[in-house]
């Protein structure tokens, strides 16, 4: 056989360092089709480099498949039959088949290949619909015992998930972490600045910010942003926003808009922000929604941001919706804000269920809905559960209660208020009066301060 083949396959199965010149494609070919695994392997990656994927395929089907004397080791052949995966599921030297793409992932696995299993798994998990079945599990496990990082991460968090697993989970982040895999340093971080299945020691929760951080991780770049002096502040703010941190491009947006550390400049506010909401902030995608005029550009954003969870999202939509006298969408909106604890949306949505806009007349609804409101200390519902329940809608008719929730809506000097309370306090006893004031001082050291974002 020709001595720079020999010395190929004698260095790709690790007998010796690397051979002094290396073979050329001829020599390959002739040492592949002579049957030599790692002359196979070799002549298809660089067939791969050309690109002449049809050819590489074969050859690196012929390498995961070779056997006898002549056969690549066990690592060769595993690498092998992983790219032979690869170049099916994207479609380079073949047609596109996930099936094949699998079975070969199946025998790189077998052979020792960590990433393989790691793949194997996210196909499984992908089946389950994101769930962790236990057959995914077991390939994650077998990447994990190979010294797969992302794949102990995966465990880290689900037996984090589990009740009772705290040690399995710091285990498996901590074998990650050294590895350097910067989301598991992050997460150990997390879990040393909370305390949470470690002891607290925020001097090893900077140890792994600042190591998952020189990886570039978004969150830890965001940690160290938010502990940056004002000086460095901004700085550090746009290398966590470069990195692909939701939470730093929001800042950024923010800080352009307003003028805060920087220039002020509405292009690239809105630049940050956009990024941001491409990140999935749900916030960015809120305030993009106030840099807009356009109806339709606004509701889009807002409905974005409304499904992510943000209520005051809920509650402009529901404003937008009723100047259109969209009604009924206006009332839904309310009242996904109102169920989200929006104080505004609960007075809203007390309204809608009161006068009948949208929907029927519900005044059971209107009542409960106007006292949460009342009790997070809106005038105005205070005002009219005062209203209400001395009309006996929506609760049995009491006079004492409707004069202590007058009493507190007009203690800001509310005319309507004053009006119905003095005209209540005309047909009521002494005693129930004094009970009334009672009862309006009770819940007057109750109530909440109203927010002016809520």
Known sequence: MNVRILSLILATSGLVACSTT????????????????????????RLAAKPDYPNAMHWMQQAAQSSGPEAAGQSVRANAAWQVGEWYRSGLGEPKNPALAEQWWQRAARLG??????????????RYQGKLASECL?????????????SQLVLGQWYARQPGAEVDAIKWLEKAAELGNGDAQYQLGLRYEQGKGVAKRPDLAQRWY?????????????????????ADEL?????????????????????????????????????????????????????????????DTRVHWLTLAAQGGISKAYFELGQLQQEQDDLEQARVNYGKAAAQGHRQAQYAYGEMLRLGLGGKEDYALALQQYQLAAHRGDRMAQYRMGTLREGGLGAPRNRIHAYAWLSLAATEGMPEAVQ???????????PEIKQAQQLSEHWFGKIEAPSQKS
């Open 420 to 430: 119905a309370r003095n005209e209540l306090e005309e047909v009521m006893s002494t």
């Open 235 to 295: 700085v550090a703010y746009q290398r966590a926003a470069n990195a692909g941190s939701a939470g730093a491009q929001l800042w950024l947006g923010m800080a352009y808009l307003a003028g805060e550390k920087v220039t002020v400049d509405p292009a690239l506010g809105r630049y940050w922000l956009e990024l941001a909401a491409g990140h999935g902030s749900h916030e960015a995608e809120y305030q993009l929604s106030l840099q807009e005029r356009d109806y």
């Open 138 to 150: 077991d390939w994650f496990e077998q990447g994990a015992r190979r010294d797969h990082a992302p």
């Open 113 to 126: 290949n960590s990433q393989a299993s790691y793949q194997l798994g996210l196909n499984c998990q992908q």
């Open 22 to 45: 290396p073979p050329t494609d001829t020599e390959l070919a002739q040492g592949a089709a002579q049957g030599n695994g790692n002359a196979q392997y070799e002549l298809a990656k």
């Open 210 to 230: 600042e190591k998952a951080a020189a990886q570039q991780q978004p969150d830890a770049l965001l940690w160290l942003a938010r502990k940056a002096a004002p």
